[in-house]
T-cell receptor, first 116, second 111 residues
Framework: DAGITQSPRHKVTETGTPVTLRCHQTENHRYMYWYRQDPGHGLRLIHY???????DKGEVSDGYSVSRSKTEDFLLTLESATSSQTSVYFC???????????????FGDGTRLSIL | GENVEQHPSTLSVQEGDSAVIKCTYSDSASNYFPWYKQELGKRPQLIID?????GEKKDQRIAVTLNKTAKHFSLHITETQPEDSAVYFCAASSGNTPLVFGKGTRLSVIA
């Protein structure tokens, strides 16, 4: 299995508080992704990174920011959490190849976030 | 941008029967099509993938077929077993944009 660690694995917090989720990889892969998974919606991309300090928005980026200061770490921040951001968050990684983004992605074990 | 539709959303089969899940995509530039299996409470795991220069790929009991003209691809599972019960996701990418996932199919294999 790909060396991907997400922390925390579970978190309960209150509306309006800031929340940061961490994804750490030991594979030295170039690409890192953050997804949210909600019933009936599958996996939706929030943000992704194609290198240190290089990030781009995904389908559902509003209310989220990301940072990547090192190859191995990709942080997802909810500046002011809302109940609609209650979800399971998955980090994924992929290696550069071909055209770049059309490579297998490998997922972390997820973070279950509840915002009350 | 790319749009991936997946059908059916739920599928029940008897153990030993075959299961087929279908996906359509909208971007003709898409050239990479993976399938993921997600068991309850677990992470999605890649089970098979296909690129646009290939029409079919098999790995033991699972196979994927691709029809570029019609812009659809399918997952076939033969001789289903209870451990095949899970949610399956298809996805598509052109290489210039990240994977776009279908909404998933919940497969139940009834013993």
């Amino acid at each position: 299995d790909a060396g991907i660690t997400q922390s925390p694995r579970h978190k309960v917090t209150e509306t309006g508080t800031p929340v940061t989720l961490r994804c750490h990889q030991t594979e030295n892969h170039r690409y890192m992704y953050w997804y949210r998974q909600d019933p009936g919606h599958g996996l939706r991309l929030i943000h992704y990174s194609y290198g240190v300090k290089d990030t781009d928005k995904g389908e559902v980026s509003d209310g989220y920011s990301v940072s990547r200061s090192k190859t191995e770490d990709f942080l997802l921040t909810l500046e002011s959490a809302t109940s609609s951001q209650t979800s399971v968050y998955f980090c994924a990684i992929s290696e550069k190849g071909g055209q770049g983004l059309n490579q297998p992605q490998h997922f972390g074990d997820g973070t279950r976030l509840s915002i009350l | 941008g790319e749009n991936v539709e997946q059908h059916p959303s739920t599928l029940s089969v008897q153990e030993g029967d075959s299961a087929v899940i279908k996906c359509t995509y909208s971007d003709s530039a898409s050239n990479y099509f993976p399938w993921y299996k997600q068991e309850l409470g677990k992470r999605p795991q890649l089970i098979i993938d296909i690129r646009s220069n290939v029409g079919e790929k098999k790995d033991q009991r699972i196979a994927v077929t691709l029809n570029k003209t019609a812009k659809h691809f399918s997952l076939h599972i033969t001789e289903t077993q209870p451990e095949d019960s899970a949610v399956y996701f298809c996805a598509a990418s052109s290489g210039n944009t990240p994977l776009v996932f279908g909404k998933g199919t919940r497969l139940s294999v009834i013993a």
